[in-house]
């Protein structure tokens, strides 16, 4: 959905608005994150959609016959193949917050990992189920969709754990694994958390191979919203264009709002742009979360600000935890505290991996804006205009997040916004 016409403000007013018809495959090239990656996937080096991996076990028992899987759609695999480039992976491995918290979970639950079968949903290049191996499990099922999967073959083989990491190349919903599995992990989260809809393909693998009790890795997450200023961004982008060497360019800047802040932006940002104390927008446990509730998101907000400044938009972060299994009592306290809202701004949470104030609570990655930077940043929406608020004026509204009907990778994001007796909306696709 597309904001129209009527820039004032950012929004225009409150009315029906239809779902304007998702371009082709050409945004696909500016993919950062991953679903369960691949497309079209071929039979090289024995690698196929739709394997059986019971040739390899000996004689399993089958698991219960599942119910036919979703398509694999024209935007699935033009998504699916742009993952298939190096430099995706590149950027992920480098980012240190990311990958050593990864490491750091799956050694402090290697009591949990040693001597069991896992699944690496979306394994990329194989890090996360070398790690694994190397924790002590006796067996790790590593898919992707993407090409990359060749690749992740050689990288197991090179490290001599091809006996104990079976590279999968085909979609979860379409790999065959005959046996079920104590532990699943999957670095599957998006921009704003939720962009290209990768979790609902960690929800399948759970609902098909994981044993009841058995660990997910994340275990939770939340996703946070929160009012944002951000003069530099606004002056760089449109204040520009009122005096360009001695020209008067004002003319352009109409367009330049709407070439600049028509879309949500991934940028990062610091403590200090952020108005107010964040709210959760979403929390997610992976344990129960069924992958209709991922179809369209909905919450309430109510800020109040703590200082007197424009308001440029909203921003949007997330955190994922690392907690044992439900029957571990650690589990139900960290999601309290997550729920909360108030961990994702603490001045206490330092490096990369966060500790709540309780030693026995999980191990947090966090992309807040105070925390370590990560290649997720943060994701803003921002107005066409600036809206100037007082320190304790109220901004209260709703935000809901949508999968498109035309294509479930992409998002759409309605804003309703009101504060001193005004009412508008914002809406944009993130794709």
């Not at 090239?29 to 039979?43: E, V």
């Not at 009591?111 to 190397?134: E, P």
């Not at 290209?196 to 098909?208: C, K």
């Not at 020209?247 to 200090?272: N, R, T, W, Y």
Request: glycine share 6%.
């Amino acid at each position: 959905m597309q904001s129209r016409g009527d820039y004032s403000n950012g929004f225009h007013e409150l009315e029906p608005v239809e779902e304007k018809r998702v371009p082709g495959f050409s945004s696909f090239g500016r993919a950062k994150r991953r679903s369960n990656r691949g497309g079209a996937p071929d039979t090289r080096d024995g690698l196929a959609n739709g394997v059986r991996v019971s040739d390899q076990l000996g004689e399993q028992k089958p698991l219960e016959t599942q119910k036919s899987p979703p398509p694999c759609t024209d935007f699935d695999v033009a998504y699916f193949h742009s993952y298939a480039h190096v430099g995706i992976h590149e950027e992920m491995i480098k980012d240190r917050a990311r990958t050593e918290t990864y490491k750091e979970a799956i050694m402090q639950h290697q009591s949990l990992i040693q001597g069991k079968v896992v699944v690496d949903v979306g394994c990329g290049t194989g890090i996360l189920s070398i790690f694994c191996a190397q924790a002590g499990a006796i067996r790790v099922y590593a898919v992707d969709a993407s090409d990359i999967a060749v690749q992740a073959k050689e990288v197991v083989k090179a490290n001599g754990l091809s006996d104990k990491v079976i590279v999968l190349h085909g979609r979860v919903e379409d790999v065959e694994i005959d046996e079920e599995v104590d532990v699943i992990i999957s670095e599957w989260m998006g921009y704003m958390l939720l962009y290209e809809s990768m979790l609902g393909s960690v929800i399948t693998a759970r609902d098909r191979w994981l044993k009841p009790g058995g660990l997910i890795l994340p275990s939770h997450a939340t996703l946070y919203m929160a009012p944002v200023t951000h003069p530099e961004r606004y002056s760089h982008s449109i204040d520009f264009w009122r005096n360009v060497y001695g020209i008067d360019m004002s003319a352009m800047m109409q367009l330049a709002k709407q070439c600049a802040f028509e879309e949500p932006s991934v940028e990062s940002i610091s403590g200090e742009n952020v108005l107010t104390w964040p709210e959760v927008v979403k929390h997610i446990d992976c344990q129960t979360v069924k992958i209709q509730e991922l179809d369209s998101v909905t919450a309430r907000y109510k800020f109040k600000s703590m200082m007197r400044a424009p308001m440029h938009g909203f921003g949007f972060w997330f955190d994922v935890e690392f907690s044992k299994p439900p029957s571990s009592p650690a589990k139900t306290t960290s999601a309290t505290s997550v729920a909360s809202g108030s961990s994702s701004m603490s001045p206490s949470r330092e490096g990369y991996q966060k500790k709540r104030s309780n030693p026995s609570d999980a191990l947090v990655l966090s992309t807040s804006p105070e925390a370590p930077p990560t290649h997720w940043q943060q994701t803003i929406v921002y107005f066409y205009d600036p809206i100037d608020v007082e320190q304790d004026q109220v901004i209260e509204g709703s935000v809901t997040l949508s999968q498109s009907k035309e294509n479930r990778r992409f998002m759409n994001i309605h804003l309703e916004y009101s504060s001193a007796g005004r009412s508008f909306v914002k809406e944009s696709v993130m794709r």
